[in-house]
Structure formats: structure tokens, C-alpha cells
């Protein structure tokens, strides 16, 4: 008990230092709900949640915790049911679908475990794709990929089409292709899920050198060892927030 209530304590402090701090996501009272037949399912229920400017943090929970329907709605791939959601200062939990899609593509950066690579194009064009539906002039989108190939270590393979690339290096590509646009928010919904242990540390020591530029970083992940690389661990459980600020070493005690 004296350990569950430090770990309180000290989320309550890290909160209230977040209210000189410039906000990325701010979740209010959010409510996700199915309807599946007569049966109503809650994936989320009463969910508020903050993550400053600069932050790298994993969300984790057991399978059906809301995990997954938080980083849907976080990264504007559906809509909460109730509930307030801010990006970067704007409101888009009732924005039209059309000007979703434009924060989705100027905001948002996504990584997924699968990595969703165009097979008939080189990784050089993959990672141009966001950038003819942004409308960036076809000299300027060269350079930038070029550029995001190049910061994930990959400017010698640009010409290379994703079945020439091993799991890790297409996952590199699909990380190069979510940042070319500049995100304000770069969100990975198990990203090293597919691959072995030393391409997993690779992966993820990409991620920490792009937070350390400044990027903010919102990984889901199953895997402790994963989440023990982010600055803050949020878990989930029966679609409700259940801690917001814990440390890695902290897992075994606040979680049942």
C-alpha cells in the first residue's frame, strides 16, 4: 500500500507540472462506445489524459483494456463517442471528416507493427506518398525523403523496393515516411512487434533519438521491456486510465 500510494503521489506532482507546460494531446471525459446488436461495449470510459510537448510515453493493458480505441481516437482514426479532444491546441473530436484527414496528414505521424509499405514502390517513393496528398511540390518531396531516409540510416537504400529490405529496414522506411511531413505528434501502435530483439533495440533507439530532437513520441506496446525505454508508462484497464505517470520499475507494483 505504501508503494501504490507513492506512485500516486507522485502522478498527482508530474500532473500539476504539466500546467506550465505546452500540450500535444489533451483528452477530457472521453467516451467510446459500441453498439453490437442490443449489447452497448464501453472501450473507453471517463478517459482524461495529457501529454506535453516533447514527451515520450507507451500506453500498455491487458488485451480489451481501450488501449487500441485510445490510440484510434488520439491519432483522429475514429471519433470518441463524448468527451473533448484537443491536438496541439484544436479541438477535433467533432471536426468533419475532410479536415480530419488534413490533421491526420500535417500533424500526425503514424508507425504500425505491419508496415504498410507500397510494394511496387521504392522506399524513396514510399516515403513521398504523404507528401503529393499534403501537395508538396515534387523537387521539395525528393528532398525530404531523401532527407527522413537519411535520419533513420537508410540514404543508401532509398532506390530499393520494400521486398530488397529486410523487417527492420522497412520498418525504418515506414518511421522515415511518418516524419517527413514534420508531425507534431509521431504515434506507434506496436511498432516492434514483428521483429526480432536486436532490430526491436535499433528501432527504438530511432524513436529515442527522434524524441530527443524534440519529437513527441505515443507508442502502444505489450512488451515491458518496450515501454521501459519511454519516459512515462499510462495503463489501461477495463477502458479506463488506471495510472498516467508510471515509471517501468514501478509495472510489477501498480499493476495487477
Known amino acids: ?149 537519411r535520419r533513420v540510416g537508410l540514404h543508401d537504400r532509398m532506390q530499393n523496393k520494400p521486398n530488397q529490405l529486410s523487417g527492420g529496414q522497412q520498418q525504418r522506411v515506414a518511421i522515415a515516411r511518418a516524419i517527413v511531413n514534420h508531425p507534431v505528434l509521431l504515434l506507434a501502435d506496436e511498432p516492434t512487434g514483428a521483429l526480432d530483439t536486436k532490430t526491436t533495440q535499433e528501432v527504438l533507439d530511432i524513436f529515442t533519438e527522434l524524441n530527443a530532437s524534440g519529437m513527441t513520441v505515443v507508442m502502444v506496446t505489450h512488451e515491458p521491456k518496450v515501454a521501459s525505454q519511454t519516459q512515462r508508462i499510462v495503463w489501461f484497464r477495463d477502458g479506463m486510465v488506471l495510472h498516467s505517470y508510471l515509471r517501468s520499475e514501478d509495472l510489477h507494483q501498480a499493476v495487477p
Open 1 to 149: 500500500m505504501e508503494n501504490l500510494s507513492a506512485i500516486e503521489n507522485q502522478e498527482s506532482v508530474q500532473r500539476q507540472d504539466l500546467s506550465s507546460k505546452s500540450i500535444i494531446i489533451r483528452l477530457e471525459n472521453i467516451y467510446k462506445v459500441y453498439n453490437m446488436g442490443d449489447v452497448e461495449v464501453k472501450a473507453l470510459q471517463d478517459v482524461s489524459l495529457t501529454v506535453e510537448k516533447g514527451e515520450y510515453c507507451s500506453i500498455m493493458g491487458p488485451s480489451g483494456s481501450g488501449k487500441s480505441t485510445a490510440m484510434n481516437v488520439i491519432g483522429c482514426l475514429d471519433r470518441p463517442t463524448a468527451g473533448r479532444y484537443d491536438l496541439d491546441g484544436v479541438d477535433v473530436a467533432r471536426m468533419p471528416s475532410n479536415e480530419l484527414a488534413h490533421i491526420r496528414n500535417q500533424k500526425l505521424g503514424f508507425v504500425f507493427q505491419q508496415f504498410h509499405l507500397l510494394p511496387q514502390l521504392t522506399a524513396w517513393e514510399n516515403v513521398m506518398l504523404p507528401m503529393v496528398y499534403g501537395g508538396v511540390r515534387p523537387a521539395e518531396r525528393r528532398d525530404r525523403a531523401a532527407e527522413a531516409l
